[in-house]
């Protein structure tokens, strides 16, 4: 996919998404939108990162960073980086599940067993905790060890029991509890079990990226519109300090969201990537306090009122900083990163990477 129609993709979502939400905030944000699903699987985005030969797209990680954006910007309640995540590791791991239209996710803490009995399926049983959106999937993918090896399992949701539960922002993410239900499997690499976790952070900050941005066009507009004292709020100098720092933290976890898909894009996944997905979930993490509080401060009270839509973003960025990785385990990442690799090598190997990837390191202002 060329950068032109990266570009045409992004317009293209934002113009549904902006349809959508001219119906209102909620339509895009809370419940399940079901028209909105079809639209965007009509426009074939689930198979985005899935092989044209396997039909789908062919796309990169690269180009799929406008989605994630824009799904972060709109604050979309819909799993579509989800779906896009799972049919890419299902078709890697010679799992066809292009035939489905409806979401899936990948299930980054499963425990349970397999079993084969002579020549029926095999089946699973077990629990998937914290699913995004179980409810609402047709199919979950999964890591379950069988025989010494792992294998990437293909769920059927409709036979799990599902006990329901929610991020902070109120996004689902269930627990799905499967009694001896046949699954399809394939073999799954090392390489690609250990970096579904990554994935699954990489999308997050794509998201993150594009809720900020949106969060911060809101908290400029409205200081620049409210009038205090005679004055916009947004001509007084410690509101534009705010502002401005703000907009740094902002401009950072852009740059880092950038370099991360575009260095998975080159790797083909996450796996030569696992730094640099590291350090951009660490940035865009120590972001969110800076982000979630100067837009509530120069909102005032209203800015915390239910029927205000600030809290769709700022819930959001609060409840994704913990997903997939804290502070503190990214933090320890990239610690183990270094030390395995030896303090003397570190700039060496930090500006090899070129691109962006030196400002996903860096502090926060």
């Not at 960073?65 to 049919?87: D, I, S």
């Not at 078709?91 to 409806?102: K, V």
């Not at 010494?148 to 627990?175: F, I, M, T, Y």
């Not at 610690?335 to 930090?350: C, H, K, M, N, Y």
């Amino acid at each position: 996919m060329s950068t032109d129609q990266g570009r045409m993709l992004a317009d293209t979502l934002n113009r549904l998404f902006r349809a959508t939400h001219g119906q209102s905030q909620a339509a895009l944000s809370e419940g399940w939108n079901d028209a909105l699903w079809r639209q965007l699987a009509e426009l074939g985005l689930p198979l985005l990162l899935v092989d044209e030969g396997r039909g789908g797209a062919g796309g990169t990680l690269e180009d799929a960073l406008p989605v994630a954006m824009a799904l972060g910007a709109f604050a979309v309640g819909l799993p579509l980086g989800e779906t896009m995540l799972a049919q890419c590791v299902a078709s890697r791991c010679g799992l066809d599940a292009t035939g489905s239209t409806g979401a899936m996710a990948l299930a980054t803490n499963a425990t349970g067993t397999l079993e084969a009995r002579g020549l029926d399926a095999p089946t699973f049983t077990g629990t998937l905790h914290g699913v995004p959106w179980g409810r609402h999937l047709s199919h979950a993918v999964a890591v379950i060890e069988h025989a010494g090896a792992q294998q990437l399992v293909l769920l059927p949701v409709a036979a799990a029991s599902c006990r329901p539960a929610h991020n902070p922002a109120g996004e689902a993410r269930d627990r799905l509890q499967f009694e001896r239900v046949p699954v399809r499997l394939a073999p799954c690499p090392a390489e690609m079990a250990q970096g579904m976790t990554y994935l699954s952070a990489l999308w997050r900050v794509g998201q993150m990226a594009g809720a900020m941005h949106t969060l911060l066009q809101r908290t400029v507009d409205y200081a620049r519109d409210r009038v205090q004292f005679g004055r916009p709020i947004g001509s007084f100098q410690a509101v534009q300090q705010q502002l401005a720092l703000f907009g740094a933290e902002v401009a950072a976890v852009g740059c880092a969201a950038q370099a991360a898909f575009r260095s998975a894009a080159r790797a083909g996944g996450a796996g030569d990537a696992h730094f640099e997905i590291a350090a951009a979930k660490l940035r865009a993490n120590l972001a969110v306090e800076t982000a979630t509080t100067v837009a509530h401060q120069v909102h005032g009270a209203i800015g915390f009122t239910r029927e205000h839509e600030l809290h769709h973003y700022t819930r959001r960025l609060l409840a994704w900083r913990s997903e997939f990785g804290n502070d503190r385990h990214w933090s320890e990442a990239l610690g183990q990163a270094v030390i395995s690799r030896g303090v003397d090598t570190f700039w060496a190997d930090l500006t090899a990477r070129g691109d962006a990837a030196a400002l996903a390191v860096g502090a926060p202002a």
